[in-house]
């Protein structure tokens, strides 16, 4: 495993102090941290208990092959399917879940190829008391199937480490058909026509990334900065630690970085690191905000 981490950082001259070390190494992270390697070496070299988010995205069960132009690819077939798959992913979610501090929560974003499967492997690692949302992310995308609905969202499973998680309630704009019978639940009217906010309910309706947008990077499996931002903004706060252990072209610690949280990623691409790292220099800009998506 090797470590990419911004030049000058405190993290970089710890490592370079002591390698072995990987407790104080991860203590003295001050801004972010990149691993290359497996997701289970990645978890296994940091320390219990010291993250209060992890988002994991990892490879879907689609049976394709991923490429990005920089050369960053990654293969997600499985010749032993769906049960060698979840055998695969449970015992790095495990090293997740142990890194979790007491107030932490575990995001695993999937879709209909094997949510259902992990959804089970989550419970038993967890406890399905410990299992908080599912969060379902609509998004437009191309493609019209002729023998079944368009399938246009993902899932993303919230489990929290301990009842005692941290948790925003975050606020989201609600469109009214009419102003009648709202008269005293703070309806606003601007160009839209009239609205109210309203607590954030569980399915995200967030534009999927198009080649033409500025924060594409691209790669090819690449989420919108405005979901992580979401996630961030939901159960952390300033200077609370974020970790990505398939953190592909590092959406996730740019998220963080940006609403002035630590972030540590890892990923087995050592091309998707190198756009991580150029894009997390870009991030600390200081032009750059906290945006959860949220109106
Ligand atoms: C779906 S992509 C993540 C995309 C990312 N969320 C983004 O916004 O760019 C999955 C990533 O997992 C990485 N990966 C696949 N197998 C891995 C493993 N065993 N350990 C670590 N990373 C792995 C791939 O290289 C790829 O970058």
Redesign the pocket.
């Known amino acids: 495993m090797n470590e990419l981490s911004r030049p000058g950082s405190r993290s970089g001259e710890s490592s370079r102090r002591d390698r072995g070390r990987r407790g104080e190494l991860a203590a003295a992270v001050d801004g972010w941290l990149l691993l290359e390697g497996?997701?289970l070496s990645c978890t296994r070299a940091l320390p219990s208990g010291r993250f209060d988010m992890i988002y994991a995205?990892?490879?879907f069960l689609t049976g394709r092959d991923f490429a990005a132009a920089g050369g960053?690819s990654?293969s997600d077939r499985w010749p032993g399917g769906r049960d060698a798959y979840v055998a695969w992913l449970t015992p790095r979610l495990a090293e997740m879940r142990r890194l979790l501090a007491p107030t932490g929560s575990l995001f695993v974003h999937l879709d209909w190829h094997a949510v259902h499967a992990v959804k089970l492997a989550l419970d038993h690692l967890f406890g399905p008391q410990l299992f908080i949302n599912e969060i379902t992310w609509a998004y437009r995308t191309g493609g019209a199937p002729r023998r079944r609905l368009a399938r246009k969202h993902d899932t993303i499973l919230f489990y929290a480490r301990t009842p005692r998680y941290k948790f925003h309630r975050l606020r989201e704009r609600s469109d009214l058909a009419h102003r009648y019978g709202f008269a005293n639940a703070g309806v606003q009217v601007d160009a839209r026509g009239p609205y109210r906010m309203t607590v954030m309910r569980d399915v995200w309706e967030i534009p999927a990334l198009r080649g033409n947008m500025p924060e594409r990077v691209p790669?090819p499996?690449?989420?919108p900065l405005a979901l992580l931002e979401r996630i961030v903004a939901l159960v952390t706060d300033p200077g609370d630690w974020v970790g990505d252990?398939?953190?592909?072209?590092?959406?996730?610690l740019v998220a963080a970085l940006r609403g002035g949280r630590r972030a540590v990623g890892?990923?087995?691409?050592r091309e998707?690191l190198r756009m991580t790292a150029e894009r997390l220099q870009k991030a600390t800009a200081p032009a750059a905000g906290l945006h959860t998506g949220a109106q």
């Open positions: 497996d997701a995205d990892p490879p960053a990654f790669f499996t690449q989420k252990f398939f953190c592909g072209s590092g959406t996730t890892g990923d087995l691409s998707a």
